[in-house]
């Protein structure tokens, strides 16, 4: 995981799953979302059908936001995902 050089997104992490197969590709995108603060943005670079649906339909399941899908010229998909905010207790 590291840091985007994204101007207009500086706090945006990026990781890089491509090489991992499911479920191993969520458990390490839960891993960094775990380690962001409420709102923070990581941006999930991952390969093939299964690991996308699968990424994307767990990280909503638990109540992130999935904010951009980019594919990518070598059929990798980027998805942009911002962090739940957790809610106010009372």
Known sequence: MKNSADPSHPETLMLDITHEKCPMTFVRTRLALDAMPPGGLLAVRLKGEEPHKNVRRSVLALGHSVL?????????????IQKKDPTPAG
């Open 68 to 80: 951009s899908e980019q594919t990518e010229a070598d059929g990798s998909v980027v998805l942009t």
